[in-house]
């Protein structure tokens, strides 16, 4: 059984690389590429958080429910 | 002043507890406007005929009446509880077991849209207890209630302070009620 890379490359525009170069200089990001996976982690817990939550029409649907239960008039 | 609640989705064993909380000697408020049925053959141990959740949203619910006392506020009732001091045992229980029995008590097959949106409010309400100052909270599942009242109990009891008598509380677990059970594949 072949082993999954850990890493794999995405490829991005190059001047878009030269400007987050610029961005990270004097940060803690070490890389170009250490940069571009924390913006995308963020950016994907974000997506996440908002798929769990209890949006308003999950919660239209749990009041149409309550008052079929009784529990809402 | 403290409130003393009892929480959870409808249907995971809510009526339950009051009655064991009941039965074990707090002061439990309820009235009888609903009445006990083949859903819940011991009654519902609720205020308002259970519609409690609408005081609560338009701010009329006279909580400082009930100072000491247990009341039943369900999931969705507690995003309109107001600032005060509560304890709240809130229950759990398998959420296919939730859908089967809020089923038939509706007539009609919940779908996955709707276990979705419980599961999501369950979550969200659990996220409240746990952030909000003013609650102290216990998490109680209905199926470890059947399985062993007497550990539950007594756990329920530490977080009460002790103020529960529990023999006479465990004789409010009747294991021929916990009906809708999900089968077990093994």
């Given at each position: 059984?072949?082993?999954?890379?850990?890493?794999?490359?995405?490829?991005?525009?190059?001047?878009?690389?030269?400007?987050?170069?610029?961005?990270?200089?004097?940060?803690?990001?070490?890389?170009?590429?250490?940069?571009?996976?924390?913006?995308?982690?963020?950016?994907?817990?974000?997506?996440?958080?908002?798929?769990?939550?209890?949006?308003?029409?999950?919660?239209?649907?749990?009041?149409?429910?309550l008052r079929a239960l009784g529990y809402l008039? | 002043?403290?409130?003393?609640?009892?929480?959870?989705?409808e249907?995971?064993?809510?009526?339950?507890?009051?009655?064991?909380?009941?039965?074990?000697?707090?002061?439990?408020?309820?009235?009888?406007?609903r009445?006990?049925?083949?859903?819940?053959?011991?009654?519902y141990?609720e205020?308002?005929g259970g519609k409690?959740?609408?005081?609560?949203?338009?701010?009329?619910?006279?909580?400082?009446?009930?100072?000491?006392?247990?009341?039943?506020?369900?999931?969705?009732?507690?995003?309109?509880?107001?600032?005060?001091?509560?304890?709240?045992?809130?229950?759990?229980?398998?959420?296919?077991?939730?859908?089967?029995?809020?089923?038939?008590m509706?007539?009609?097959?919940?779908?996955?849209?709707?276990?979705?949106?419980?599961?999501?409010?369950?979550?969200?309400?659990?996220?409240?207890?746990?952030?909000?100052?003013?609650?102290?909270?216990?998490?109680?599942?209905?199926?470890?209630?059947?399985?062993?009242?007497?550990?539950?109990?007594?756990?329920?009891?530490?977080?009460?302070?002790?103020?529960?008598?529990?023999?006479?509380?465990?004789?409010?677990?009747?294991?021929?009620?916990?009906?809708?059970?999900?089968?077990?594949?093994?």
């Open positions: 059984m072949v082993e999954d890379k850990k890493y794999t490359t995405v490829s991005i525009p190059t001047p878009l690389f030269k400007k987050i170069e610029e961005r990270i200089k004097g940060t803690g990001f070490t890389s170009v590429s250490s940069y571009v996976t924390y913006v995308l982690r963020e950016i994907i817990a974000e997506d996440e958080e908002s798929e769990e939550a209890f949006s308003k029409e999950d919660e239209e649907r749990v009041k149409e429910r008039d | 002043m403290v409130n003393y609640i009892v929480s959870g989705l249907r995971s064993g809510t009526s339950m507890m009051m009655q064991i909380l009941y039965l074990g000697g707090m002061k439990v408020a309820f009235d009888h406007k009445k006990p049925d083949e859903h819940n053959p011991k009654g141990f205020l308002e409690i959740i609408n005081r609560l949203m338009d701010g009329s619910f006279p909580i400082e009446k009930y100072d000491d006392m247990v009341i039943k506020v369900t999931a969705y009732g507690l995003k309109f509880l107001p600032k005060g001091n509560y304890k709240i045992i809130y229950m759990l229980r398998d959420l296919d077991e939730i859908m089967a029995s809020m089923s038939k509706i007539g009609e097959k919940l779908g996955e849209e709707d276990k979705k949106a419980f599961d999501k409010l369950n979550k969200y309400a659990l996220k409240l207890l746990e952030e909000r100052g003013d609650i102290d909270y216990i998490t109680v599942r209905y199926d470890k209630v059947i399985e062993n009242p007497r550990r539950e109990i007594e756990r329920i009891n530490n977080f009460l302070g002790g103020i529960l008598d529990v023999e006479a509380a465990i004789k409010a677990v009747d294991p021929s009620l916990y009906r809708n059970r999900k089968e077990v594949k093994r």
